[in-house]
């Protein structure tokens, strides 16, 4: 089967956005079914993709829920941002205090600790890779 990959990509999107409308309204009507391997795939792709967006195998988040992800998040983020000299806005901030826009990755040094535990690991993979694809003959990062 020869697909197009962005109109597969389209497809899959419109399934998870009609199933997702008739989610909210509550109908008991299902989509029509496409028993084609290619209608078939994106009924399955939808459906993991809905189920991915939606968080359908838990109930809706409440708003102390969504505060917990988002500050986990935002940690997440301020731990990437010091392993890799960057400021929290990642330099897309004009008006940022910190850095006023030029805060990218490298902006300054690294924090030493986070840069080990969380680019380390990453750079040991890729070495290791390379070192492997390439019969042994690679310098480490």
Same mark, same amino acid.
């Not at 020869?2 to 956005?17: G, M, P, Q, T, Y």
């Not at 084609?36 to 109930?59: C, R, Y």
């Not at 680019?119 to 694809?133: D, E």
């Given at each position: /089967? ?13 399934? =998870? %956005?009609?199933?997702?409308? !008739? +989610?909210q309204?509550? =109908? =008991?009507?299902e %989509? ?6 290619? &209608? /078939? /795939?994106?009924?399955?792709?939808? &459906?993991?993709?809905? *189920?991915?967006v ?11 829920? !969504? &505060? ?8 997440k ?6 392993? %890799? ?5 990642? &330099? ?21 600790e986070a840069?080990?535990?969380?680019v ?6 890729? +070495? ?7 019969? *042994? ?5």
């Amino acid at each position: /089967m020869s697909v197009d990959a962005s109109a597969l990509v389209s497809k899959v999107i419109e399934r =998870a %956005l009609e199933k997702f409308a !008739l +989610s909210q309204t509550g =109908a =008991a009507a299902e %989509l029509p079914k496409d028993v084609s391997p290619e &209608g /078939m /795939m994106v009924d399955a792709l939808a &459906g993991q993709l809905l *189920g991915f967006v939606t968080g359908a195998n838990s109930s809706q988040p409440d708003a102390e829920q !969504l &505060g917990a992800v988002i500050a986990d998040l935002q940690q997440k983020n301020r731990r990437l941002a010091r392993a %890799l000299g960057a400021c929290d806005c990642w &330099g897309e901030i004009a008006a940022c205090p910190q850095c006023a826009g030029r805060g990218g990755a490298g902006w300054q040094l690294p924090e030493r600790e986070a840069f080990e535990t969380v680019v380390r690991p990453a750079l040991n993979r890729v +070495s290791a890779y390379r070192l492997a694809a390439q019969g *042994g003959n690679v310098r480490r990062l």
